[in-house]
């Protein structure tokens, strides 16, 4: 399996380097998502004290027309700080800042689906909406080859490698511990990890986070697993189907409550949110990915634990609905309820705001509704 050339170079000198003291400055790495609404961008600046909050960030800019996002003759965009984090390559007091784009009239970009997911969550803030993502991802050499596989061949069926324990069965654990002390270091509300049904497949558990805080969250958590991958030499994907043929794709399932639905009788909402969530089905399947549903298309074949994208359902403890209510919901009559469509390459931004459309604004049709500021 390939991995990349400086994954090779040599850990400790770097540390030497490391090791040094940086004085009263601090690195603040922005980041960013580019044109394809999928990659993330990052470069650093030096500040002159440790901030404290957004409000104590600059704004910054790049060339837009490198990252898909604008053309040469008026390439500059502007990154403006949206949520920090700590840094877990560089530690304290370094930071890690997830930015938002603009472009040089101030206008979003197309790829920046923040600005608006934040305005819709702040109409239904007194819902208290709690979010929890389930990212699915497929750890890769450099040369597209899934880790761990034979060279030339494919690994035993699926069946032992799900939450598996040994070398025949955990591919790249190593990755996946280093990943999970990096976000907690960071402050990313992770919380969980597992070993998934593909070998080479893991998924890690973010939330609950309320409102704009899921999208923030999900993206920085991403941003260090690719960091992390970098150090080891190897590439996390979130293609939905990275391994055609029989084997599990990849998903991004989302869980979904609020104040109403996590307390006594909350199964109403529940189940008034999934039937408004059945007439919308097509405006969903078309958030849930960035290419409007033709890579989930790969994914949602109503095998492999997944429904059809044709078709709406919803079910308790069923892993191949559309909507699964969990037993011990069904049980307690109340709690919250997970959606099982979005792609492992999903925007959580895209993801959070079309629920509270349907569930929470009751919009229909296959189109968002405009609100007036």
């Not at 994954?7 to 960013?32: C, E, F, N, P, R």
């Not at 998502?33 to 999928?38: K, S, V």
């Not at 034979?150 to 598996?164: D, L």
């Not at 697993?225 to 939905?240: I, K, N």
Request: proline share 6%.
């Amino acid at each position: 399996m390939a991995t990349s050339e400086s994954a090779s170079l040599s850990k400790t000198v770097k540390q030497h380097y490391m090791d040094l003291s940086q004085g009263d400055k601090v690195q603040a790495m922005y980041i960013w998502i580019d044109g394809t609404g999928e990659g993330l961008r990052c470069k650093t600046r030096t500040l002159d004290s440790e901030p404290k909050n957004i409000d104590d960030l600059p704004e910054w800019n790049f060339d837009g027309s490198s990252t898909y996002q604008s053309e040469g003759s008026n390439s500059d965009m502007y990154l403006i700080p949206a949520a920090m984090f700590r840094d877990p390559f560089r530690k304290d007091p370094n930071k890690l800042v997830l930015c938002e784009v603009l472009k040089y009239n101030r206008k979003p970009t197309e790829t920046n689906l923040r600005l608006m997911c934040k305005k819709i969550m702040e109409m239904v803030e007194n819902q208290v909406p709690w979010f929890g993502m389930e990212q699915e991802y497929t750890i890769l050499g450099t040369d597209g080859h899934p880790f761990g596989w034979p060279s030339n061949g494919f690994p035993g069926p699926q069946g032992p490698y799900y939450c598996g324990v040994g070398a025949d069965k955990a591919y790249g654990r190593d990755i996946v511990e280093a990943h999970y002390r990096a976000c907690l270091y960071a402050g990313v509300k992770i919380c969980g990890t597992n070993a998934e049904v593909m070998p080479a497949q893991w998924e890690f558990q973010v939330g609950p986070c309320e409102g704009i805080n899921m999208g923030d969250h999900l993206w920085a958590a991403r941003f260090i697993l690719h960091r992390v991958c970098e150090d080891f030499g190897v590439v996390a994907s979130f293609d939905p189907k990275p391994i055609p043929g029989n084997w599990n794709g990849a998903g991004c399932h989302t869980n979904f409550s609020t104040k109403e639905m996590r307390e006594d009788g909350g199964l109403r909402g529940i189940e008034d949110s999934i039937e408004k969530l059945g007439r919308r089905h097509r405006y969903h399947i078309r958030a849930y990915d960035p290419k409007g549903g033709l890579d989930n298309a790969r994914r949602l074949t109503g095998h492999h634990e997944t429904s059809n994208i044709h078709e709406f359902s919803a079910g308790v403890a069923n892993r191949g609905a559309s909507i699964r209510i969990p037993r011990s919901v069904g049980q307690d009559k109340k709690g919250y309820f997970e959606d099982r469509r979005p792609s492992a390459n999903c925007d959580p931004y895209a993801v959070t705001e079309a629920l509270i459309r349907t569930c929470l604004l009751s919009e229909e049709g296959e189109e968002p509704k405009e609100y007036s500021k």
